[in-house]
């Protein structure tokens, strides 16, 4: 039996592996080998040297972060025990903030068509509103979430996006600092 009909589509299939673009950074492995992968991503999606450099230049894995992931107990709970647990407390605090916040809300809204209201609920349970914007590095918890092979794309794909802020100039890597998950 015969897997390819012809020679021509043998060496047509050959010619397409070895011209196939590179792929993302695989997860795993060595650490220092998958930065190096993941530098040349962030080129090749337009981050600076300068950027990538000043970001990831000396940026180590934190086992600390993958122990805080695979920790999280939210995960074991049905929508209806977290939702329970977590809005109340902030539903009158959240009532204020859209009104104090308004304005401001509706032209978010109009620019990038996100509702007030989804953005004060994600702003009170992700960071209680502003009383807990954590302590981490940034662009270190992101490294090391995407190096981590439980969730790759989803932290490659943040941590690009942090590089993205750094190269406009928004904030430096060392002023970047968030919760453990980045």
Same mark, same amino acid.
């Given at each position: 039996?015969? $897997?390819?009909?012809?020679?021509?589509?043998?060496?047509?299939?050959?010619?397409?592996?070895?011209?196939?673009? *590179?792929?993302?950074?695989?997860?795993?492995?060595?650490?220092?080998? =998958?930065?190096?992968?993941?530098?040349?991503?962030? *080129?090749?999606?337009?981050?600076?040297?300068?950027?990538?450099?000043? *970001?990831? @230049?000396?940026?180590?894995?934190?086992?600390?972060?993958?122990?805080?992931?695979?920790?999280?107990?939210? /995960?074991?709970?049905?929508?209806?025990? /977290?939702?329970?647990?977590?809005?109340?407390?902030?539903?009158?605090?959240?009532?204020?903030?859209?009104?104090?916040? #308004?304005?401001?809300?509706?032209?978010?809204?109009?620019?990038?068509?996100?509702?007030?209201?989804?953005?004060?609920?994600? =702003? @009170?349970?992700?960071?209680?509103?502003?009383?807990?914007?954590?302590?981490?590095?940034?662009?270190?918890?992101?490294?090391?979430?995407?190096?981590?092979?439980?969730?790759?794309?989803?932290?490659?794909?943040?941590?690009?996006?942090?590089?993205?802020? $750094?190269?406009?100039?928004?904030?430096?890597?060392?002023?970047?600092?968030?919760? =453990?998950? #980045?």
């Amino acid at each position: 039996m015969r $897997v390819f009909g012809s020679k021509s589509m043998y060496l047509t299939l050959c010619l397409a592996a070895f011209a196939a673009p *590179a792929s993302a950074a695989p997860c795993g492995g060595d650490f220092a080998t =998958w930065l190096q992968g993941f530098k040349q991503e962030a *080129a090749a999606k337009g981050i600076s040297q300068r950027t990538i450099q000043s *970001a990831l @230049g000396t940026v180590t894995y934190d086992p600390g972060i993958i122990a805080r992931d695979h920790a999280q107990g939210v /995960f074991r709970q049905s929508f209806e025990q /977290f939702s329970g647990r977590m809005v109340p407390p902030r539903l009158a605090r959240a009532r204020r903030l859209l009104q104090q916040y #308004g304005a401001v809300l509706n032209r978010i809204e109009q620019q990038y068509g996100v509702p007030g209201p989804v953005i004060v609920a994600i =702003w @009170g349970l992700e960071t209680d509103f502003g009383a807990d914007n954590g302590r981490f590095p940034t662009i270190r918890s992101l490294a090391t979430l995407a190096y981590d092979c439980r969730r790759p794309d989803k932290f490659r794909g943040e941590l690009i996006a942090a590089l993205q802020i $750094v190269d406009r100039g928004d904030m430096s890597p060392a002023d970047m600092r968030g919760a =453990w998950a #980045g």
